[in-house]
T-cell receptor, first 113, second 110 residues
Framework: EADIYQTPRYLVIGTGKKITLECSQT?????MYWYQQDPGMELHLIHY???????EKGDLSSESTVSRIRTEHFPLTLESARPSHTSQYLC????????????FGEGSWLTVV | QKEVEQNSGPLSVPEGAIASLNCTYS??????FFWYRQYSGKSPELIMS??SNGDKEDGRFTAQLNKASQYVSLLIRDSQPSDSATYLC??????????WGAGTKLIIKP
């Protein structure tokens, strides 16, 4: 079982606000990911990191940004939230120790009003 | 053509029967294949991974891989209502990116 934690789990925020979704893992995994998923829809990779100080954009264009200053921490920031950002954001990690299998956190549900 | 394709369903199966979920992929160089289960409103959780041609069994679940035909399947024996979920196929491509299918919604009817 993976130890990957996301906060907040649920957030309702007004348009134009800045938000940061936190993600931490305690497994020492070198790779971390952010996915976006609308209810009943596909997973979309929006950011990933293969190690400290390494970040890349994923397949789906996103106005969010990420940072990877510590191995265990991979926060996602929206500078100015819009209703179109309303979605579920899933953080995940993988590492050689676990056969490079991806494990997910419980997700952060964001609603922008 | 999508890189990883799954029938979106819903696939309806009577309780106690075998549920068969299929996934095809386009990259012949793919080496690793995964099945995840996702309950509504929850995050995906790994069920099985498979790397070699043939079958891999874990309890009621069997993953089948055929690289020549580029498909991977998941069989669920003795289906239970608790198996009702969306099943996601994921394939690690030859450039080491994990490509996700859109998922198949499975409904087990009591």
């Amino acid at each position: 079982e993976a130890d990957i934690y996301q906060t907040p789990r649920y957030l309702v925020i007004g348009t134009g606000k800045k938000i940061t979704l936190e993600c931490s893992q305690t497994m020492g995994h070198d790779k971390m990911y952010w996915y976006q998923q609308d209810p009943g829809m596909e997973l979309h990779l929006i950011h990933y990191s293969y190690g400290v100080n390494s970040t890349e954009k994923g397949d789906l264009s996103s106005e969010s940004t990420v940072s990877r200053i510590r191995t265990e921490h991979f926060p996602l920031t929206l500078e100015s939230a819009r209703p179109s950002h309303t979605s579920q954001y899933l953080c995940a990690s993988s590492g050689q120790e676990s056969g490079n299998t991806i494990y997910f956190g419980e997700g952060s549900w964001l609603t922008v009003v | 053509q999508k890189e990883v394709e799954q029938n979106s369903g819903p696939l309806s199966v009577p309780e106690g029967a075998i549920a068969s979920l299929n996934c095809t992929y386009s990259d012949r160089g793919s080496q690793s294949f995964f099945w995840y289960r996702q309950y509504s409103g929850k995050s995906p959780e790994l069920i099985m991974s498979i790397y070699s041609n043939g079958d891999k069994e874990d309890g009621r679940f069997t993953a089948q891989l055929n690289k020549a035909s580029q498909y991977v399947s998941l069989l669920i024996r003795d289906s239970q209502p608790s198996d009702s979920a969306t099943y996601l196929c994921a394939v690690k491509s030859s450039n080491y990116q994990l490509i996700w299918g859109a998922g198949t919604k499975l409904i087990i009817k009591p």
